[in-house]
């Protein structure tokens, strides 16, 4: 005997649910069904999107008409799980790292130290505090991306499932654009360039750290000294191009030149001495990224504390950092890029005439690779810059840390 039609339900797809999985649709308007009876019902053909079987990893459309059993009484009340209430401390967090706001987005200047998602031992995160960021939004805003605990700056929510959706796909196709600040050990010889090094799980850390593998993703990331210390240290600029886990911290230590308080990839060497903070010195300064209602979000944000107390002591100028490598900005530059780039193209002149060379030992050469130039990067004697020869890229397993590419 045959199902009676009361027993069916259905809906129809709407615009903020346009492009998910539809077992996220699901979890969104029918949240009480266990991912265990869709897929039982997906088998047996009782889910269809437009009357076609469907599949609960289905990307579902705008306008599709969704038709399902009807869920369990039992399963419809399953009350929803509640994290703790939010504190008056949490509320003042939460909306103290508000630095841009509309009505499909909020960017947060995270602080650092504090977790984006929760985890064994972490009670306080960024999506613990969403309910506070709701403000006079329908639903619960959404993390569309994250950051390590210990790196700060620019940090997306979306407000609405739609702008989840949308976001989330600028993130996957790379058009989402991050610029990252950090302190490093030391000053690369090429002073901007690529570094491609593939990056996997590293056995026997429960994935919790990646290294270098020939086995790995491929992963890129474009660099720029903006200044140096003498030899000691550097602000650079970092693009990651390709978005893998702890990406930028294991290339830079992969160079020989690891992110100034990260001891997970640098070990001790990446502690510099005297007043310079232990803390981690990486922070996501700028991120640009479409907007779903047309036009584009571009935001910036400024240092926490203790990275700020660096760049002081250590001579540094905040206005050399105006000066980008992927500056989007058309038109005549502003003055105070032109000054910067005119006092640091001053810089490098003196300092190679007093000849700073960074010292080399032989069970630490972080320079010393081979690379091959491009051509813009000669010298007006028509010879390539830096001073190894032009030649075939090395591969990664004669060389498990490939060069850094001048670009």
Known sequence: MSEPKTNLDGATIAEEDDGIRLDRWFKRHRGGTP?????????????????????????????????????????????????????????????????????????????????????????QHVDGLLDALKYDAPVRPKLVHRLDKDTSGALLIARTPRAAAYFAKSFSNRSARK???????GVPDIQQGEIDLPLAKQPGSGGEKMHVHDSGLASKTRYRVIERA??????????????????????????????????????????????????????????????????????????????????????????????????????????SALKAQAKAHSKQIRKARRGERRGRTADSKPTDFVGKLKPKAKAKSGKPAHGKPAGKKPSARKHPAHPPKAI
């Open 230 to 335: 003498g030899n000691s240290a550097a602000w650079v600029e970092l693009q990651p191009l390709t978005g893998r886990t702890h990406q930028l911290r294991v290339h830079m230590a992969a160079i020989g030149h690891p992110i100034v308080g990260d001891g997970k990839y640098g070990g001790k060497g990446a502690f510099l001495t005297g007043s310079i903070s232990r803390k981690m010195h990486l922070h996501s300064r700028r991120l640009r990224i479409d907007h779903p209602d047309g036009g584009a979000i571009d935001v910036h944000a400024e240092v926490p504390e203790h990275f700020a107390a660096s760049l002081d002591a250590l001579g540094f100028d905040p206005l050399l950092g105006e000066v980008g490598t992927d500056d989007v900005a058309k038109g005549p530059p502003p003055k």
């Open 35 to 123: 991912h265990a009876l869709l897929a039982r019902w997906a088998r047996s053909g009782q889910l269809t999107l437009d009357g076609k079987k469907a599949d609960v990893s289905d990307r579902i459309a705008t306008g599709q008409k969704l038709v399902m059993p009807t869920p369990p009484v039992e399963t419809e009340a399953r009350p929803a799980r509640k994290g703790r209430a939010l504190t008056e401390a949490d509320i003042e967090l939460a909306t103290g790292m508000v630095i841009h706001r509309d009505a499909s987005a909020i960017v947060l200047n995270k602080l650092p130290g504090l977790a984006t998602q929760g985890g064994t031992k972490t009670e």
């Open 179 to 185: 610029t990252y600040w950090a302190l490093i050990v």
